[in-house]
Structure formats: C-alpha cells, structure tokens
C-alpha cells in the first residue's frame, strides 16, 4: 500500500503537505522562537512534515522514520543534509534512547499501525519531559470528503466495501487519538480540527489517483476486476459529474504533553 513515493504524492502526499503547516501550528504553536531542539516525524512518508519542520525552524534538526524503503529514499532525497537523519524503521520500536527528542509527531500514520496503543506508547518514551507527542489522522467517518465519498460509493456497488472501510480503524474515530495519548500516559491532552480545501480539476483527478494501489482505497480499488472497477467508478461519476471537483476534507489533530 505504500511502495511508490511518486504515486503517494499524486494520491495523498499533495494533500499531507497542505495539512503539515497547520498541524505544526496546532501541535507546536508554542514552541520558543528557534523552534524545538529536535523533532521526530513518525511514519515520515515522503517527508511531507519533516519539510516544514526543518522549513519553518533553521536551527531544528529532524529524524524521520518510516518502515517503507522506497519512502524513505524519497523523503532523504527532499530533506536538508545535514539537519535530518531519515531511516527504515517502525513506529512500534522506535530508534530513539528515552527521552532525546522535543517533540514526536506522526501525521497520517495511527491508524495504519497494528498496535496503536504501543506506537503512542513509544512516542511518549523517546519524548523529554515536558516535549510534545502530537498526531493527526483523517476524519474517515465524516468530514474526510475525498475519501468518505469514495466508500460511500464502494459500499453500494461492492457489499464487501463496509468491512474495509478506513473509518473503522480505532485511531480514525472521534476521541480515538485522545484515548490512546491518555492510555501512554500524556498530560493535558487536547486537540481540533484541520481542514484542507481540495480542488480536483476534472473527474478523473480524483479517480486516476485511486488507480495507483495506495493506502486501503487504492488497495480495494486494484484488488477488483475490471468490471466491479467501472462500476465504482461509474457510481463516483455519478456523485460528483465531471468536475471540476471541489471538497473540503477534515483531520483531526491531537497533542499531549510528556509529564516531567
Ligand atoms: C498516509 S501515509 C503518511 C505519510 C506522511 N506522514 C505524510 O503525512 O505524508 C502513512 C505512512 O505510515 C507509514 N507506516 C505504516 N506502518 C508503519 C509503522 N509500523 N511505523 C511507522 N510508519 C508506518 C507508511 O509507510 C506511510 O508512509
């Protein structure tokens, strides 16, 4: 689901790199004016994130993480030399010593875990006292338009769509993130909503993306035969007409603070 670092850019990374700003905003709007020491971008993608990190604050230093090799090639490519450090690794068993970074932060990344309690649970270990364990994940069950309308449509043409759909993922439902930063034991735990305007010039730049085999969506689409494939895209025409297509899409962003 996440192999092709071009292909996560058409699909989702264009989308993450307009959510990263305000999620830095939300996350770590208090920050002192050098920005934090050293920051930990969980699940760093194509490094989306860690670009505004090192982008917003030139004295910070990142460390990028992410289990998927061609990613992690892709994210290295991108990011400063010198003031990153991007390798394979995964979110359950992070590559840090307890409590070296300022701040932990996964966009996008929860609710792709197997164990998301453990991946808080690590985030909050690698984390000073007093720093920030911070994450966002899309609204999949509402507010999430690109996405709810594409299982909205896959569950009327595929019966099978429902038990796939990204909504069900703990992390992914309201007050989910909270819980799991609580559970890690984090402190003054908070959080809002992130909204990102989409504009898709014409149909098929919504649809062509879902054809790329990312995440869940692109998974389902690629796993149907040719004919289940023109119905979902069929029922998807009929919804939204030949674009241009404008949504707004939701995430919700959660930080909390590591207790001293
Ligand atoms: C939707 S992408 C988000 C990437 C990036 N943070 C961004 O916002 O563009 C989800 C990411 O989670 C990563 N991921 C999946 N399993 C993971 C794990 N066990 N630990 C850390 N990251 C993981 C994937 O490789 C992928 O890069």
């Given at each position: 689901?996440?192999?092709?670092?071009?292909?996560?850019?058409?699909?989702?990374?264009?989308?993450?790199?307009?959510?990263?700003?305000?999620?830095?905003?939300?996350?770590?709007?208090?920050?002192?004016?050098?920005?934090?020491?050293?920051?930990?971008?969980?699940?760093?993608?194509?490094?989306?994130?860690?670009?505004?990190?090192?982008?917003?604050?030139?004295?910070?230093?990142?460390?990028?993480?992410?289990?998927?090799?061609?990613?992690?090639?892709?994210?290295?490519?991108?990011?400063?030399?010198?003031?990153?450090?991007?390798?394979?690794?995964?979110?359950?068993?992070?590559?840090?010593?307890?409590?070296?970074?300022?701040?932990?932060?996964?966009?996008?990344?929860?609710?792709?875990?197997?164990?998301?309690?453990?991946?808080?649970?690590?985030?909050?270990?690698?984390?000073?006292?007093?720093?920030?364990?911070?994450?966002?994940v899309w609204d999949y069950g509402g507010g999430m338009a690109m996405l709810r309308t594409y299982w909205d449509a896959a569950a009327t043409v595929h019966p099978g769509a429902g038990a796939v759909d990204e909504a069900l993922a703990r992390p992914a439902r309201a007050g989910g993130v909270e819980a799991l930063f609580h559970g890690a034991g984090l402190e003054d735990v908070g959080g809002g909503l992130l909204e990102v305007p989409m504009l898709f010039e014409t149909f098929d730049d919504y649809w062509d993306p879902f054809l790329l085999g990312i995440g869940p969506a692109g998974d389902f689409t690629r796993e149907l035969d040719d004919g289940g494939r023109e119905a979902l895209r069929a029922e998807l025409h009929r919804r939204l007409g030949d674009g241009p297509v404008e949504m707004t899409s939701v995430a919700r962003w959660v930080r909390g603070v590591v207790p001293g």
């Open positions: 689901m996440f192999g092709d670092a071009a292909a996560y850019e058409r699909f989702m990374g264009r989308w993450s790199a307009r959510l990263a700003p305000g999620f830095l905003d939300s996350v770590l709007g208090d920050a002192p004016g050098d920005g934090p020491g050293t920051v930990l971008d969980v699940g760093c993608g194509t490094g989306n994130l860690a670009a505004e990190v090192l982008a917003r604050w030139p004295r910070t230093h990142v460390v990028a993480i992410d289990p998927s090799p061609p990613f992690v090639a892709a994210a290295r490519e991108r990011l400063v030399p010198g003031r990153a450090r991007v390798q394979v690794g995964s979110a359950l068993q992070l590559p840090e010593a307890r409590g070296t970074v300022d701040a932990a932060l996964a966009l996008l990344v929860l609710n792709f875990l197997p164990d998301p309690a453990r991946g808080a649970t690590e985030m909050r270990r690698v984390t000073r006292a007093g720093g920030v364990v911070g994450a966002a």
